[in-house]
T-cell receptor
Framework: LAKTTQPISMDSYEGQEVNITCSHN???????ITWYQQFPSQGPRFIIQGYKTKVTNEVASLFIPADRKSSTLSLPRVSLSDTAVYYCLVGDGVGFQKLVFGTGTRLLVSP | GAVVSQHPSRVICKSGTSVKIECRSL??????MFWYRQFPKKSLMLMATSNEGSKATYEQGVEKDKFLINHASLTLSTLTVTSAHPEDSSFYIC???????????FGPGTRLTVT
């Protein structure tokens, strides 16, 4: 399984754009990159998924360079409610059978 | 999006007893369900993968006789913690995957406290 590396924590202020980068040097050809958000005492929530280039939805954007060895989750204009842990995961390449969570990035948004 | 529920949300049990946690996919059929455990301020740890109608596959280090998993239907999986001990106290989270979807949908979690 491809291992991921993320910053342990990040701080931001309301209204700023936050970019969280994840390294996955051993990503396999069939692997997808997925980001989840988790609030305390809740299950993770799917944010966005991509394979290459750029993906955007109503919540975030995901930037993936050509070599796919890293990815960046971009949260536009964060609010206090975006304070959470963000996990970057890479599929195991076989129908994305199981997700292995890394340490995640603890984002703290302040007023 | 798809909804996964867990019951109970919180449970307190005495040491030595067993407790069952249910995970249901409410609006889709889950061919595969996963069980995770999460300790405070730590990441989720995958415990096992279960496919409907077959035996669960446990991750290394997870005792299959202690954590019994049953995936009897396409909408229900259960995790039974047998002979629970205080060190089993944790946040247990299930997730469900439907068919060829790449997304997994997570339940809200169950807080288990063993006294």
């Amino acid at each position: 399984l491809a291992k991921t590396t993320q910053p342990i924590s990040m701080d931001s202020y309301e209204g700023q754009e936050v970019n969280i980068t994840c390294s996955h040097n051993n990503i396999a050809t069939n692997d997808y990159i997925t980001w989840y958000q988790q609030f305390p005492s809740q299950g993770p929530r799917f944010i966005i998924q991509g394979y290459k280039t750029k993906v955007t939805n109503e919540v975030a954007s995901l930037f993936i360079p050509a070599d796919r060895k890293s990815s960046t989750l971009s949260l536009p204009r964060v609010s206090l409610s975006d304070t959470a842990v963000y996990y970057c995961l890479v599929g195991d390449g076989v129908g994305f059978q199981k997700l292995v969570f890394g340490t995640g990035t603890r984002l703290l948004v302040s007023p | 999006g798809a909804v996964v529920s867990q019951h109970p949300s919180r449970v307190i049990c005495k040491s030595g007893t067993s407790v069952k946690i249910e995970c249901r996919s409410l609006d889709f059929q889950a061919t595969t369900m996963f069980w995770y455990r999460q300790f405070p301020k730590k990441s989720l740890m995958l415990m096992a993968t279960s496919n409907e109608g077959s035996k669960a596959t446990y991750e290394q280090g997870v005792e299959k006789d202690k954590f019994l998993i049953n995936h009897a239907s396409l909408t229900l999986s259960t995790l039974t913690v047998t002979s629970a001990h205080p060190e089993d106290s944790s946040f247990y989270i299930c997730s469900a995957r439907a068919g060829t979807f790449y997304e997994q949908y997570f339940g809200p979690g169950t807080r288990l406290t063993v006294t």
